[in-house]
Structures are given as structure tokens and as C-alpha cells.
């Protein structure tokens, strides 16, 4: 491993100023960035640990629930008011990874991880994401993990998070800090699809930091579910996620929220399957017809064909454990 500084952060400022230079890195939990480092895949000349910065609140807003950049999943998870409030969040973050795991990795940290394509971390192959213009191992490859939403010729890794894919679904902001002050922008588009920038991973620019979320209140505590599809029970990432969540009255669905989870670059919003459940009745019929609508742009690889037939089920499996059917 390439020798590197490290240094602890004493104010958001000072963080702000050290990561505008370039080589300059963030370390919080480290559960991907000592992987990557490890690997060879990333080599910075710096890091600044964060851990000591105020950002590991969880408080109740006059709209909803902040969490801070720092909250650690485990600790989030288990969380009194995002169980009452947003049991999706916890039932996503309890999806992901291994308790060792949850109980050193942030927030920030889990918008932040990299894709588990095998072939970006490889250092002997070729990866457009870790070396722009070097090509996609993955494309000719062994590419059973990988997108069938999205994708384009330069990529087609997917996004590993699960706690993101709840996110994503309840229509979580982001909250930003930078030399220019805070900014804000929708979760859904925090991530980025990989175009000709595959290298790119979200929208987050040089010298800005994470310093939290928000999540708007909602009437789908009672009817959200989080269904992941993966090779083994525990620590392995998703062939196929759902996240679903309902806000049912006498038996009719008001408002639907689905997001996919091992399916794109990014948590996958189902927008026109959401739009199709709105006013209509809560039966196991009309969430297959849903998953139908939400699979019309899918397209499979060599190896990942198999979730083109799969996701469907898992969308009308996620809904019927939201809407109580199970
Ligand atoms: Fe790299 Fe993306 Fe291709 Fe994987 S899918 S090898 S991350 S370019």
C-alpha cells in the first residue's frame, strides 16, 4: 500500500479546506475505503478522519427525521424514532453487510462505497471506473452481478448499497457542505447512471462533504417492506433488492414508493410502477402488474439474464409483504 498521511479533522471547515486538494480523502468508518486501499484500487496521499466531527445526530424535524452524516447503520437501525418513523430505513440497513460491519460504517460513508464489481478491483483488469478509457472487464466477462437498468457501453457495474435503496424510496434528501456554503439535492439524483463517466459515482464535487440526510414524513410506516434476493443469508450484496412502501386506506393505495436495489449504478426508482398503483386496490393482481411496468427497459448480459425474470417476482413479493398480504 502506497504510504499516505492521516490526520483527525477539527472542524467541517477544515475538512472543507484539506479535501479541496487533490489526493485528499475522507475516512470515517473505512469499511471500503481500507479495501480499496489495501487493493491498490485507490491511493491517496492524505487522509482526514472525521469521526470527531458533531454529525452523528438522529433528531425529529418539524418535516421529518435528520440523520447525520456520522450516524453509524448499526446505531441508525436500532433507532427508537427511525423504527416508528421510517421502518423501511432500518429494515434496509439490517439487510446490509454484517453487524461488524453496520457497527463501524456511516451514513455518509454508505452513500459513499464503490461498486463490488470484481473486475474494478482487479487491478490486473481492465475497468473504466478505476481507469478511464482501459475498457470493461465485466462487459465480455463474468457479469452475473451486474445492471440490467441503466448501464451504458462504458459500464454496467451496479450500486451496492441496501440502505440507499430505502433511501432512495423515501424520497430522502441530501445534505451537502462546501466552500460555498450547504446545498441540498434529492437522493434519487445523488447518484449517478455511468454515461461516459463511469469513474463518476455521484454528484458530489471536489471539496464538498456529506454532512447528513432528511427524510419528509410519510404515512408508510405501517406498510413498507425491504426484500433482498442474494446468494447467501447474510453479508453478501443483492442480486435484486426491493424496497416497497404503501400508504393504503380501506384497502386502496394512496401513494406507492419502490426502489431497486442490485439492479443500476444507482438506486433504481420504479417511477411508472408507483404511478400505476396510485387508486388502485391493494391485491397480489395488480402488484404483478406493476413489476411487469417496472421491467420494460430491463436488459440482461450474458450472465445476468436471470434477474430480468426474477426482479419481477421480488417487486410482487416486497409489495405483499408491505400491504400485510403475507
Ligand atoms: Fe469497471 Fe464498470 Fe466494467 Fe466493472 S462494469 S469492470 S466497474 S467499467
Known amino acids: ?49 472525521i469521526n470527531n466531527l458533531p454529525l452523528k445526530n438522529i433528531t425529529s424535524t418539524k418535516t421529518g427525521l435528520h440523520i447525520g452524516a456520522l450516524a ?27 453487524p461488524q460491519l453496520r457497527n463501524m460504517a456511516t451514513v455518509g460513508g454508505n452513500m459513499m462505497q464503490r461498486t463490488r464489481c470484481a ?22 466477462g463474468y457479469n452475473r452481478m451486474h445492471a440490467i437498468f441503466g448501464a451504458s457501453e462504458q459500464c454496467i457495474a451496479v450500486h451496492p448499497s441496501d440502505m440507499c435503496v430505502g433511501l432512495a424510496a423515501l424520497d430522502a434528501t441530501v445534505i451537502i457542505a462546501g466552500k460555498k456554503g450547504e446545498r441540498r439535492i434529492q437522493f434519487i439524483d445523488f447518484h449517478r447512471l455511468p454515461g461516459d463517466h463511469p469513474e463518476q459515482d455521484n454528484h458530489l464535487a471536489m471539496g464538498e462533504m456529506i454532512i447528513g440526510v432528511d427524510i419528509p414524513d410519510n404515512n408508510f410506516a405501517k406498510n413498507s417492506y425491504y426484500l433482498k434476493i442474494r446468494d447467501r443469508q447474510s453479508y453478501a450484496f443483492a442480486l435484486v433488492s426491493v ?8 384497502g386502496i393505495i394512496k401513494q406507492a414508493r419502490l426502489a431497486m436495489g442490485g439492479v443500476a449504478h444507482k438506486p433504481w426508482r420504479l417511477f411508472d410502477a408507483e404511478k400505476a398503483l396510485a387508486g388502485k386496490a391493494a ?21 445476468n439474464s436471470f434477474k430480468i425474470k426474477m426482479a419481477p417476482a421480488v417487486i410482487a413479493e416486497a409489495l405483499k409483504h408491505a400491504a400485510g398480504l403475507v
Open 283 to 303: 391485491t397480489e393482481e395488480n402488484f404483478k402488474q406493476a413489476a411487469q411496468i417496472a421491467m420494460r427497459d430491463a436488459k440482461g448480459y450474458e450472465y
Open 72 to 98: 453509524l447503520n448499526s446505531v441508525v437501525s436500532e433507532n427508537s424514532l427511525v423504527l416508528q418513523k421510517q421502518p423501511l430505513l432500518s429494515m434496509a440497513l439490517k439487510a446490509g453487510a454484517s
Open 1 to 49: 500500500m502506497k504510504q499516505f498521511q492521516y490526520t483527525r479533522a477539527v472542524s467541517q471547515q477544515s475538512t472543507i479546506d484539506a479535501i479541496a486538494k487533490p489526493g485528499t480523502k475522507i475516512i470515517a468508518g473505512g469499511t471500503n475505503l481500507v479495501d480499496l486501499m489495501k487493493r491498490g484500487v485507490t491511493a491517496p496521499d492524505k487522509l482526514v478522519d
Open 243 to 250: 424496497a416497497a412502501a404503501l400508504d393504503i386506506s380501506n
Open 119 to 140: 473486475y474494478f478491483f482487479d487491478v490486473s483488469m481492465p475497468c473504466n471506473k478505476r481507469e478511464p478509457g482501459t475498457g470493461c472487464g465485466a462487459m465480455g
